[in-house]
């Protein structure tokens, strides 16, 4: 049901409005119904209001759109592809939100294939820039299961990871300099294209990870490389998390810095997809009570490359480190064995409500911190299923707990109402582990009140001395990361 305004903040809203379509035309000026979508979470946990929200198309828009807002005094919440987990790009329950849609700021403005550079704005689909590259014979490595809608700004914005950070990095590390609105609507134009640039702070930095706390990203220089000449991809099933760990060990030794991706799983994981998704089934006769999906890409031809696999996978089986394997005979087996890997998310929300972790430990740690982990929360919440699955070769885990199962006494809201003890349980551990609470979905709203537990008093007063300095009316995206 529609909000009655009172007449007075009816008549101001109205012309608020009146002023955005000014800048960005009548057309890009949603409100009611047409907002709605841009209203709630992907997760549909966090929804806020807002006066309206708005298109720009190009970032001297941007730039006005944010005076405006400080002119009427609005809370700007950048929003690019909405695909986020922690509701980061939401507006929170204030009356006098305004969120700005980067969908607009959608050009790859250059490709420099000889400084392998690629000048792409923040509304730009990540599929569609891994395409670009592609179309001038490079590589854009970046790679997550969201890629056909998340934008390149949330992906800098929460410094997302992804499935080829072992040998390439994450956002961070692929993103040479920044396009940025300021919170005055000033514009940086910082889209450096230099490896070595040692003049100063790097601003570039302060604001990728920063969720729009500080700044608007409006484009990106990022690093481009190579195309591989053939890729080697294979899943096998193993006994534990310790196996995968000596596994991955050897995987390095054996292919070096041709590990583009090494993917660990549970069985559960790969029940979840079978029952929910039955166009994909597991390659193997029998279950395993683990994973790992390992893939090689490399710059010699595919011979070379499957060489290497099937040595690694032979030396695997000798140490008696895996079980079984199979490896993809084409792109298209590759891509099925992929496909089980990354609709482990969407099967789990069919299953129903979860409780979702994006940590990080050592990787050397990773099988202890499992098995200390599962048996805390099976102690605490008996019949919890664990959903663990991620980035194994950089110590990223996605640790979900799933409700319990039918006739467990406990519904999915009896379950959502005890997240809290269950954050609690899990992040200290990661924490007495050495870990971090958030790996590469950012804080947003979800985690904003956890932060301050985990991180010393004289980090949380730097973050606020920043803040501050940066955003000193507090009016983007407020309600992320810092209270």
């Not at 509701?87 to 790859?108: C, E, H, K, M």
């Not at 310790?242 to 050897?250: F, N, P, S, V």
Request: net charge negative; glycine share 10%; with cysteine.
């Amino acid at each position: 049901m529609p909000v009655r305004l009172p007449m007075a903040e009816a008549q101001e809203a109205a012309a608020i409005r009146a002023a955005l379509a000014e800048v960005v035309g009548p057309a890009h000026v949603l409100a009611g119904a047409d907002a709605d979508p841009h209203l709630s979470d992907w997760r549909k946990r966090f929804t806020g209001t807002a006066l309206a929200v708005v298109r720009p198309g190009s970032t001297e828009e941007v730039a006005q759109l944010v005076r405006l807002a400080a002119q009427r005094s609005l809370a700007v919440v950048p929003q690019g592809g909405n695909t986020g987990l922690c509701g980061g790009a939401t507006p929170d329950a204030g009356n006098r939100n305004l969120v700005l849609l980067t969908t607009r700021l959608s050009r790859v403005r250059s490709i420099d294939p000889l400084n392998n550079t690629m000048v792409i704005e923040a509304g730009v689909p990540l599929l569609r820039a891994q395409d670009a590259a592609r179309e001038a014979g490079r590589l854009f490595p970046l790679s997550l299961a969201a890629e056909g809608s998340a934008t390149i700004g949330g992906n800098l914005s929460t410094n997302a990871g992804g499935t080829q950070v072992l040998r390439y990095g994450n956002a961070r590390e692929l993103c040479l300099g920044l396009e940025v609105v300021t919170a005055e609507g000033e514009i940086w134009s910082g889209l450096n294209a230099l490896r070595k640039n040692n003049t100063g702070y790097d601003l570039r930095d302060l604001f990728i990870g920063a969720e729009g706390t500080l700044g608007i990203i409006t484009a990106a220089c990022v690093k481009l490389f190579p195309l591989p000449r053939s890729t080697g991809t294979a899943l096998v099933g193993l006994n534990n998390v310790d196996q995968a760990l000596r596994l991955l060990d050897l995987a390095q030794q054996h292919a070096a810095s041709t590990l583009t991706g090494f993917e660990l799983f549970s069985d559960f994981c790969l029940q979840l997809v079978e029952q929910h998704l039955p166009r994909l089934r597991s390659p193997f006769a029998a279950s395993h009570a683990w994973y790992v999906l390992i893939e090689l890409s490399n710059h010699q031809d595919a011979n070379a490359t499957n060489a290497m696999l099937e040595d690694l996978l032979g030396a695997a089986l000798d140490a008696r480190l895996i079980d079984d394997a199979v490896i993809a005979q084409s792109t298209a087996q590759a891509s099925e064995l992929w496909a089980l890997r990354e609709s482990i998310s969407e099967a789990q929300a069919a299953e129903g409500k979860n409780i979702k972790h994006d940590i990080s430990v050592p990787i050397s740690r990773i099988a202890e911190f499992v098995r200390e982990t599962n048996a805390q929360l099976a102690q605490r919440f008996p019949g919890v299923r664990m959903v663990i699955f991620g980035h194994l070769g950089d110590g990223n885990l996605h640790y979900n707990v799933s409700a319990p199962g039918f006739g467990s006494g406990l519904d999915d809201g009896g379950f959502i109402a005890r997240q809290p003890e269950v954050y609690e349980t899990v992040h200290d551990q990661v924490h007495r582990f050495g870990g971090s609470i958030s790996a590469e979905h950012g804080i947003g709203q979800l985690k904003r009140a956890e932060l301050p537990r985990y991180k010393s008093p004289v980090e949380m007063a730097l973050m606020r001395r920043i803040k501050q300095a940066l955003d000193p009316d507090h009016r983007m995206n407020p309600g992320k990361v810092l209270d």
